[in-house]
Structures are given as C-alpha cells and as structure tokens.
C-alpha cells in the first residue's frame, strides 16, 4: 500500500549527550513536516546522558506537545539498535524515519524521502551521500577514506542493492523495520549496513533519496577505533552468513 497524504510519521531519534542540537533538530523537523502538511510524531530515545539532553527534552515536551514530542528515556548506553526497539514500541505511525540527532541529517530531505516511497511504492527509502548530488561536508580525508573504503568493501563482498551501506538517515514502513530488526543482530556501525543485507534476503524493496551530510557542529563523534574493528568483523560475518 502506498503512502497516503495523512499517513503519520515516526522519527526515532536516539540522543547521547545532544544538549546543544537537540532544540534546532527538533525545530526543523517540526517546520518541516508543517510546513509539508505531514502529520507526525518525534521519539527520542536517550541513553542516560549526563549533559542534561533529557531535560532539555522535557522542556521541548511542553513546548509542542506531548502529542508530537515523545522523551523514551533509558538507563544508559545500549545501543543503537536496541534504541531502535525501544521507540518502535511507542510509534504509531505507518511510517518511521531514523536519523541522527546531530544536526548531519538535515530534516528537509524527509518530504523527499516520502515522495520516493510514494513513487515506488517502496518499502525503504534510504538516504545516499553517494549517488547523485549527495555528498559529505565537514569530514577530513581520514574519515572521508574510511567511510568509502567501508562502502566499497561492503560492495564488493555482499552485493547488497544499494549505494551507501553505512548511512542512518532511512524512512520504512513500520512493519518492514519491525521485521528487519527481528533478524539483525549487529550492534554500532555495522547495524545499518545489516539492515539492508538483511532486507534484500526478505525480499524488501529499497529507494534511495541523494542526501547533503554535513559533520556535527557540537559535541563530539561517537566513531572510534573499536567502532571501525567491529565494522569489518561485522562485515566478515555478515560475508560468511548471507
């Protein structure tokens, strides 16, 4: 079934120590889907940050509603995917979007996103900063490298259907990502690169959406050295199982 014009969106969006881009995100995400007449529902999910994020959730709770803001807090840092299972269960929407809190993913590519899935009768619609006029702004060379050098072995091993493996910025019917997150079992980086192996086995259709990411303005990257390390063996796994 395709999107109708009052379908209701879900955005999941998980927070560690946000504090600072929690309100803008939240602001455009509101002016957005308004301004777009889509009807919608943010979640946040945060994992015990001690900055004060929940609090400054709290506040945007009053502030909109708490028909349209939703603060799911958790005792601490768990993961994005659980995050993920975490939200879905307070979504009601026919659609959920995932990004990332942090200001990488503007939230004016979300109308687009749903004009895709309209189009293509889609059951993802993901966000590609490798396609097109996507693209990354913000990163040095190192970081630049090793999210290529990421996508392309990602490429190469598993053929998965799709030009950016590694991106979290992503609209799926609702039923498909409770679907999706039944058969994954990676944790941090990899999570997203699994979610559209997985959803090729399963038969899942996938859009792509040209995307601007642009490098956090505050607070620090959560992408490390054991991230990349258990990236490829993620990857490797991944590899010997699909």
């Known amino acids: 079934m395709a999107a109708r014009g009052r379908d209701r969106v879900s955005v999941l969006l998980p927070t560690y120590?946000?504090?600072d881009n929690l309100p803008l995100v939240v602001w455009l995400l509101a002016r957005t889907f308004s301004d777009s007449g889509i009807d919608f529902e943010i979640i946040i999910i945060d994992d015990g940050s001690p900055d004060g994020t929940?609090?400054?959730?709290?506040?945007?709770?009053?502030?909109?509603?708490?028909?349209?803001?939703?603060?799911?807090?958790?005792?601490?840092?768990?993961?994005?995917g659980t995050a993920y299972i975490h939200?879905?269960?307070?979504?009601?929407?026919?659609?959920?979007?995932?990004?990332?809190?942090?200001l990488s993913h503007h939230p004016k590519f979300i109308p687009e996103f749903i004009r895709k899935q309209k189009e293509g009768n889609f059951d993802i619609v993901s966000g590609t900063r490798y396609k097109g006029n996507g693209g990354v702004y913000g990163w040095d060379l190192k970081r630049k490298l090793i999210s290529r050098g990421a996508n392309f072995l990602t490429q190469v091993l598993l053929r998965p259907g799709a030009s950016d493996l590694t991106g979290s910025f992503r609209l799926?019917?609702?039923?498909?990502?409770?679907?999706?997150?039944?058969?994954?079992?990676s944790k941090g980086?990899?999570?997203?690169?699994?979610?559209?192996?997985r959803a090729r086995q399963l038969g899942y259709t996938v859009g792509e959406v040209p995307i601007s990411f642009v490098?956090?303005?505050?607070?620090?990257?959560?992408?490390?050295?054991n991230e990349i390390v258990s990236f490829l063996k993620g990857l490797l796994t991944l590899f010997a199982t699909t």
């Not at 609090?55 to 509603?65: P, R, S």
């Not at 980086?189 to 192996?197: C, D, L, S, T």
């Open 87 to 102: 939200g879905m269960k307070y979504a009601t929407g026919d659609f959920i979007v995932i990004m990332d809190a942090d």
């Open 54 to 80: 929940q609090e400054v959730a709290q506040q945007l709770e009053k502030i909109y509603g708490s028909d349209k803001i939703l603060l799911r807090p958790r005792a601490k840092k768990l993961g994005l």
């Open 17 to 19: 120590n946000e504090r």
């Open 172 to 185: 799926y019917r609702k039923e498909v990502l409770q679907k999706l997150m039944e058969k994954c079992v």
């Open 215 to 225: 490098d956090r303005v505050y607070g620090e990257s959560k992408l490390g050295g």
């Open 189 to 197: 980086y990899v999570f997203q690169m699994e979610m559209i192996v």
